[in-house]
Each structure stands twice: as C-alpha cells, then as structure tokens.
T-cell receptor
Framework: AQTVTQSQPEMSVQEAETVTLSCTYD???????LFWYKQPPSRQMILVIR??????QNATENRFSVNFQKAAKSFSLKISDSQLGDAAMYFC????FGSGYSTLTFGKGTMLLVSP | KAGVTQTPRYLIKTRGQQVTLSCSPI?????VSWYQQTPGQGLQFLFE???????NKGNFPGRFSGRQFSNSRSEMNVSTLELGDSALYLC?????????????FGDGTRLSIL
C-alpha cells in the first residue's frame, strides 16, 4: 500500500515571501500521479497542481511549482510571492496510474499561515 | 457549470441512529468517491462508484455503505452511528475513473454524533 507523509504540521510565511511544503511518499509502482490540494476554512478541497511521475519536468501553475524527485520519492510544493489568500491546509496526495481507480491517498496535511 | 453539491451541509445525530448523505457530481461526471476527514486520522478513502458500480472500497466497517444512481448522484449511508463517526465527509467527482482525471470536491457534510 502507498503512504504519503507530510512532516510539517504547520508552516508560516510572510506576504510576498516564498515557502516550501514538504511531502514524501512510499510506493513500489513506477507510474503514478501526485497532487497538491488546498483546503481553506470554507472546507472545499481545491486542486493546486499535479505531476505525472513519468514526466521529468516539474509542474508549474502560476506562483505554485513543485520539486519532484522520483528517486528520493519526494514531492515538495513551492509557493512564491505568498498572498493572504494562500492561507489554508495543504494536502499532498498520491494516485496509482493504471489501477482504473480514482482513489487518492492523502498525507496528514500542512497548515500554512500567512502574515501581513 | 455547477460544482459538486453535498447535502446536508451540517448534521447532528445521536449514537445508534443512521444517516444518509447525498452527493450530486458535476454534470457529465460519472465517477464519485467518498472520503472521511477527521483531525486524528486525516483524509481516508471510503469508496468509489462508477456507472452505478462500486469500483473500490476503503478499510471501513460494513456500517458504511453507499450507492450510485443512474444520473451519477451518490448516497452514503452510515448505520448504528458511533461517536467516532463524527467527521467531515467529502465527496469528489471526476469525468471517468482512474488515469489523470483530477477529482473535484464538494464542500462536505459535517456530521456530529452526540
């Protein structure tokens, strides 16, 4: 079974600064997908960014980028130019590639605090 | 396009009762998954439905069950409620199952057991 570990329960950043959230995972599969989801106090889980394991290039979405290290099984999220609206719980998630299932395995989450 | 709709938003029940939660996926989405979110256990997968068939099931007791209708709407039922069932229940939909299909989540149903 796959596991996802987020070792930082809470992180703090000031507006306009950059912060990196860590995620490691354990799997014996060679192909899979990795995701970062954001959950603000409104509770809705919002997809931030996704990465296909077979792609070498790190995914980027505006101010959000990932550092995907397949050999190290590491998938960190970098948020540049942090904004107050980025404050939320961030979850790293894993999905198998060829199982035919949509099941996501989540980490415990990292609470991101953003101060003015 | 309307998002994933979960009803009710809040629910209070007592031990021993049963409850039914509803999820309407995004129009055209045929896969619906359910997750339980608690402070201690985090997000845990309950089950996934596709074309009215349960495709995958998480490690939960038989008190937790679900179904999907022909219009892709899904319901989740929990019988003989226990205090530990207090949680946020999230529903997610995607156009199909597996692959790189991102899941779109609803706002969840907050279930409190007294």
């Amino acid at each position: 079974a796959q596991t996802v570990t987020q070792s930082q329960p809470e992180m703090s950043v000031q507006e306009a600064e950059t912060v990196t959230l860590s995620c490691t995972y354990d799997t014996s599969e060679s192909d899979y997908y990795l995701f970062w989801y954001k959950q603000p106090p409104s509770r809705q889980m919002i997809l931030v960014i996704r990465q296909e394991a077979y792609k070498q290039q790190n995914a980027t979405e505006n101010r959000f980028s990932v550092n995907f290290q397949k050999a190290a099984k590491s998938f960190s999220l970098k948020i540049s130019d942090s904004q107050l609206g980025d404050a939320a719980m961030y979850f790293c998630a894993y999905r198998s590639f060829g199982s035919g299932y949509s099941t996501l395995t989540f980490g415990k989450g990292t609470m991101l605090l953003v101060s003015p | 396009k309307a998002g994933v709709t979960q009803t009710p938003r809040y629910l209070i029940k007592t031990r021993g009762q049963q409850v039914t939660l509803s999820c309407s996926p995004i129009s055209g989405h045929r896969s619906v998954s359910w997750y339980q979110q608690t402070p201690g256990q985090g997000l845990q997968f309950l089950f996934e439905y596709f074309s009215e068939t349960q495709r995958n099931k998480g490690n939960f007791p038989g008190r937790f069950s679900g179904r999907q209708f022909s219009n892709s709407r899904s319901e989740m039922n929990v019988s003989t409620l226990e205090l530990g069932d207090s949680a946020l229940y999230l529903c997610a939909s995607s156009p199909s199952t597996g692959g790189d299909q991102p899941q779109h989540f609803g706002d969840g149903t907050r279930l409190s057991i007294l």
